[in-house]
Nanobody, 115 residues
């Protein structure tokens, strides 16, 4: 069974930065995709960024140029560096890992950006 533990959320002023980290443990295929989703109050959960084992990345348009996703395959960790944060980035951020037909979610970490 795979478990994900997130850290790094918090309260930050607009224009500030945060780094979210997620550590995966358990039986994980060597080929997988790790990513970050977010869900704001009253909105659907959306994909923010993801990265494959080989390093291919995807960013949703609203965070392109402001965020960088990275991973350490040896440690099964993924991080999301978010800069120039905006109030609309406020949400619960969830770590996610996908391999084969399996998808696992973290418990979520709150990011609040004040204006």
């Amino acid at each position: 069974q795979v478990q994900l533990v997130e850290s790094g959320g918090g309260l930050v002023q607009a224009g500030g930065s945060l780094r979210l980290s997620c550590a995966a443990s358990g039986s994980i295929f060597s080929s997988n995709v790790m990513g970050w989703y977010r869900q704001a109050p009253g909105k659907q959960r959306e994909l923010v960024a993801q990265i494959s084992t080989g390093g291919s990345t995807y960013y949703t348009d609203s965070v392109k140029g402001r965020s960088t996703i990275s991973r350490d395959n040896a440690k099964n960790t993924v991080s999301l560096q978010m800069n120039s944060l905006k109030p609309e980035d406020t949400a619960v951020y969830y770590c996610n890992v996908q391999f084969g037909s399996k998808t696992t979610w973290g418990q979520g970490t709150q990011v609040t950006v004040s204006s």
